[in-house]
C-alpha cells in the first residue's frame, strides 16, 4: 500500500493524542478516587449516584433528628424521674397521715407538700432551649403556674399548654414523639404527665387536697381519698418513665439502623462511583508505557525519513 | 535518418521533457505537508514520429501534460463524512458547554460527601436535598432560630442555584443562535468561493490548460463547507461543480445562485433558509445543524425540565405552606416566589424574618411543626407533574438523560474520528505526497536530464567532426 509522508505524521499525531487522553482519565481517576465525574461519563451511573447521595444525605438528616430526640428524651426523662421522687413522697405522707399525727406533724407535712407542688411545677416547667418540654405543642411559655395564698398555700395550679404532641421522622414515614403534654383530659391523644381523665391523675389537684386536708387535719380524707388519688397520679408517672425509656431505647435502634442504612448507601456509593486504585494505576502504568513506545517509534519513523532525503545527491 | 540537428532538437525536447519533471516533483515535494494537495504527476508521451527513408522514425518525448492524482470517490466519501463529523463535533462541542453551565459534578471527597463541583459550589441535587433536610431540622425543632435561618439558607440557595443554572442555559442558548448566525455567514462566503473557484477552472480547462491547484482548493472549500452542511454536488462537463442544499441550488457554475440566512420561527431560535427564495431548509448534516439539534432538543429538554421542576417545587410547597401558622400566628403567605426555574425566590418576609416560617399546622402553638413536617416529607413523595417521581430522582433522570446525549456525541465523535482516519488514510495513499516516491522520480528525472544532456553534447561533437571536414 502507498504511504504518503503526512500518512506517517497524522497517525503518530492521533495515537498520540489517543493514549495522551487515556492518560489524563486514568489520572483523573487515580486522583480523585472516582471513575464517574460528569454526567456523560457514565450517564446512568451518575443517575445512581446522585440517587444514592440523596439517601445518603436524608439519613444523616434522620441521624441528627435522632440526635435531637435522644437530647429531649432525656432532658423529659431525668424531669420525669425527679416528678415520681416527688409522687412517691407524697405518697408516704398521704400513708404516714393517720389519726395518730400530731396537729404539728400534719402542718409539718402541709408545708412539704406545699413545697412538692413547687417543685413538681418547675420541674413541669422543663426548657429544652427555648421550648417548654411538657406544653404540648404549645411550647412557647411555661405550661403551669401557681397561685398560692397569703400563707404561701398553693391554691391552684392552672395548665396554659394543650394535648398536641409533635412528631418528628427518624426514618423514611416512621415518625415519633418523645415529649408528653403536661395534661390532657380530651379523652383522647397522649397520655397527659400530670392529668388525664382517663385515668385518674390529676397531680397537682391531689396535691393540693393532700395540703388542704393536712392543714386541716383530716387524716380521714387523706386516706380515703388522697391516698389512692396520689397512688393513681404514681402510676401514670410510672407509666411516663417506662414510656421515655421505650423511646430512648427506641431512638437508639433507630440510630444504629440509620449508621448501618449509611454504611450501605456509602459502599453502593463508591461501588458506583469509585475508581479501583490497583487497576487504575495498573492502566496508568500501562498507558504511560505505551506513549513512550509510541514516541520512540514516532522518533525511528522520522530518523527513517530523513535517511531517504540524505539519499539524495 | 532524423539528421544531426534534428537529433539535437530530440535532446533538447527530452531534456525540456525530464525539467518538467523534476519541476512537477519539486511541486509535489513543496506541498508534501499541504492536506489539501493532491499530488500531480506529469504524463509523458511520444512525440509525433516522422517518416524517413527506413521507416517512422522517433522524434523523442514530450510532456503532454499534468494530471492530478484524485479518486473522486474517496473525495465525496471525505465531503459524506465532514458532514457526519461536523455535525457531532458541534453537538460534543455545545453539550460539553452545557455541562459546565449545569455544573453537576460528583464529589465524593467533599467535605459533604455530595455532589458539586466542590463542597462549596453545590449542584442542584445537592441544594434540593438540603432544603428538605432543612425543613426536616425544622419539623425536629420548629421554634429554634438557627434551624429557621438554616432553612431560608437553604432555600435561598436552591432558588439561585435554579436562577443561576437557568440564566446560564439561556446564556447559552443565546450563544448557539450567534454560532448558527456565524456559520451561515462562514457557509456563504465559501459558497462565493466555490462559484468564484468554478469560473477560473472553466476558464482554464476551456483554453486546454489544467487547473490542478485551483481544484485542490475548490475541494478544500467543499469539505470545509460539507463540515457546516450537509451539500450534494453535482459534476459538469466544464469542470464545474454545481452545490445544492436540501435539494436547492445555491452554485451553479460560475453563479452564486443563492445563499443561506437565518430566520426566527417565532421563539428566538434562529433556523436556516434560503436567502434569495425564502425557502426553509431542513438541514442533515454538519455543524450548523448539529448546534441547532443540540440547542432545540437536548438543551432544550434539560431546560424544560429545570423549569418544570422549579415549578412544581413551588406550587407543591406552597399547597401546604399557605396552611401553615408562623411563631406570630399569622397564616396564609407563600414559601417561593416566582413561576420556574428562572424566576424562583423566597418569600422575601420570611427570609428576612425566619419567626414568619409557617411551620405550625395551627395557631397559637409554636411546638406544632405539622407543616413543616409535610414540606420535609414531600422530599419523599412521588408527584404526578414529574412523572410520579420524587424531586431527586427526577432531576437525577434529566441529567441522565442529558448525560446519554453527551455521551452518544463522545461515541460518535469517536467513531468519526477513526472513518474519517481511515477515509484520510486512503486518500493519502491515492493523493498524498510519499517521499520516498519524490525522491525516486527526482533522481530518476534528474538522470534523464543529464542523459539527454549527454546527447546533446555527443551530437554537437558530431557536428564539431562534420565541420572539421571542411579545412
Request: aromatic share 4%.
Amino acid at each position: 500500500m502507498r504511504i504518503a509522508g503526512t500518512s506517517y505524521m497524522d497517525s503518530m499525531v492521533s495515537q498520540l493524542n489517543l493514549l495522551s487522553a487515556q492518560q489524563y482519565q486514568l489520572q483523573n481517576q487515580a486522583s480523585t478516587g472516582q471513575t464517574i465525574s460528569a454526567p456523560s461519563d457514565n450517564p446512568a451511573g451518575m443517575a445512581l449516584a446522585l440517587n444514592l447521595q440523596a439517601d445518603s444525605s436524608t439519613v444523616t438528616q434522620y441521624s441528627q433528628n435522632i440526635s435531637t430526640l435522644q437530647n429531649r428524651a432525656a432532658i423529659s426523662g431525668n424531669a420525669l424521674a425527679s416528678l415520681k421522687t416527688i409522687a412517691d413522697r407524697a405518697g408516704e405522707i398521704a400513708t404516714s397521715a393517720d389519726g395518730a399525727s400530731s396537729p404539728a406533724q400534719l402542718q409539718a407535712n402541709a408545708a412539704e407538700v406545699t413545697q412538692l407542688i413547687q417543685q413538681a411545677a418547675q420541674i413541669m416547667n422543663t426548657r429544652d432551649g427555648s421550648q417548654y418540654v411538657f406544653g404540648g405543642t404549645a411550647s412557647a411559655t411555661a405550661p403551669f403556674a401557681v397561685s398560692t395564698d397569703a400563707s404561701g398555700n398553693v391554691t391552684a395550679v392552672t395548665y396554659s399548654g394543650n394535648s398536641s404532641v409533635a412528631q418528628s421522622e427518624v426514618s423514611q414515614n416512621v415518625t415519633m414523639a418523645v415529649s408528653a403534654p403536661g395534661e390532657n383530659n380530651s379523652g383522647s391523644g397522649a397520655r397527659g404527665v400530670i392529668s388525664d381523665s382517663r385515668y385518674g391523675a390529676d397531680l397537682f389537684n391531689h396535691l393540693i387536697s393532700l395540703q388542704n386536708n393536712l392543714l386541716s387535719g383530716n387524716t380521714d380524707a387523706i386516706s380515703t381519698t388522697d391516698a389512692p388519688d396520689l397512688s393513681k397520679d404514681s402510676d401514670n408517672i410510672i407509666y411516663q418513665v417506662a414510656t421515655n425509656g421505650a423511646a430512648q431505647t427506641r431512638l437508639t435502634a433507630a440510630a444504629s439502623f440509620a449508621t448501618s442504612q449509611q454504611s450501605g448507601l456509602q459502599q453502593n456509593l463508591t461501588s458506583v462511583a469509585g475508581a479501583d486504585l490497583a487497576q487504575t494505576l495498573t492502566q496508568l502504568t500501562q498507558a504511560g508505557n505505551a506513549y513512550q513506545i509510541a514516541l520512540q517509534t514516532s522518533s525511528q519513523l522520522l530518523q527513517l525519513q530523513q535517511t531517504v532525503l540524505n539519499s539524495l545527491p | 535518418m532524423l539528421g544531426l540537428f534534428n537529433t539535437l532538437n530530440l535532446g533538447a525536447r527530452a531534456m525540456t521533457a525530464q525539467q518538467v519533471g523534476v519541476e512537477v516533483t519539486g511541486q509535489n515535494l513543496a506541498n508534501a505537508n499541504n492536506p489539501a494537495y493532491a499530488r500531480q504527476r506529469v504524463q509523458l508521451q511520444t512525440s509525433t514520429p516522422t517518416p524517413t527513408g527506413i521507416g517512422m522514425e522517433g522524434t523523442g518525448v514530450e510532456a503532454a501534460s499534468i494530471q492530478q492524482v484524485r479518486d473522486q470517490l474517496l473525495d465525496s466519501q471525505i465531503q459524506s463524512e465532514s458532514s457526519v463529523g461536523g455535525y457531532w463535533n458541534s453537538q460534543q462541542s455545545a453539550l460539553q458547554n452545557a455541562q459546565t453551565q449545569l455544573n453537576e459534578f460528583l464529589n465524593l471527597n467533599s467535605t459533604s460527601g455530595t455532589s458539586g463541583s466542590s463542597a462549596d459550589t453545590q449542584g442542584l441535587s445537592d441544594q434540593l436535598n438540603n432544603l428538605f433536610n432543612a425543613f426536616q431540622s425544622v419539623a425536629t425543632s420548629p421554634t429554634d432560630p438557627s434551624a429557621r435561618a438554616s432553612l431560608v439558607n437553604a432555600a435561598q440557595s436552591l432558588a439561585s442555584g435554579l436562577n443561576q443554572s437557568s440564566q446560564n442555559l439561556t446564556t447559552l442558548n443565546g450563544l448557539f443562535n450567534t454560532s448558527v448566525s456565524n456559520d451561515i455567514a462562514s457557509a456563504n462566503q465559501l459558497l462565493s468561493d466555490i462559484a468564484s473557484l468554478n469560473g477560473e477552472i472553466a476558464k482554464a480547462t476551456a483554453s486546454g490548460g489544467n487547473a490542478n491547484d485551483l481544484v485542490d482548493s475548490r475541494e478544500q472549500d467543499l469539505e470545509n463547507l460539507s463540515k457546516l452542511v450537509n451539500i450534494q454536488t453535482a459534476g459538469n462537463s466544464d469542470g464545474t461543480v454545481s452545490v445544492s442544499i436540501g435539494g436547492q441550488q445555491l452554485v451553479t457554475g460560475n453563479k452564486l445562485a443563492d445563499t443561506l440566512a437565518t430566520y426566527d420561527p417565532g421563539n428566538g431560535n434562529l433556523l436556516v433558509q434560503t436567502a434569495s427564495s425564502v425557502t426553509p431548509l431542513t438541514l442533515s448534516g454538519g455543524s450548523i445543524q448539529g448546534t441547532i439539534d443540540a440547542r432545540d432538543e437536548t438543551l432544550a429538554t434539560l431546560r424544560s425540565g429545570l423549569d418544570t421542576m422549579a415549578s412544581s417545587l413551588i406550587t407543591q410547597v406552597n399547597g401546604i405552606y399557605k396552611n401553615g401558622y408562623d411563631l406570630n400566628g399569622n397564616h396564609g403567605a407563600d414559601f417561593f416566589t416566582g413561576s420556574d426555574a428562572a424566576t424562583i425566590g423566597v418569600n422575601p418576609a420570611a427570609a428576612n424574618d425566619p419567626s414568619q416560617i409557617q411551620a405550625a399546622g395551627t395557631a397559637n402553638a409554636s411546638g406544632d411543626n405539622s407543616i413543616a413536617l409535610q414540606l420535609a416529607q414531600l422530599g419523599q413523595q412521588s408527584i404526578a407533574a414529574l412523572n410520579n417521581q420524587t424531586f431527586s430522582t427526577a432531576y437525577a433522570h434529566d441529567v441522565q438523560n442529558f448525560g446519554n446525549a453527551l455521551s452518544n456525541a463522545n461515541d460518535q465523535v469517536t467513531n468519526y474520528n477513526s472513518v474519517n482516519a481511515m477515509l484520510q488514510n486512503q486518500r493519502d495513499s491515492v493523493s498524498g505526497v510519499s517521499l520516498e516516491e519524490e525522491t525516486a522520480n527526482l533522481i530518476t528525472y534528474q538522470k534523464a536530464y543529464e542523459c539527454s544532456a549527454k546527447l546533446i553534447t555527443t551530437v554537437d561533437e558530431m557536428l564539431q567532426t562534420v565541420v572539421n571536414m571542411k579545412s
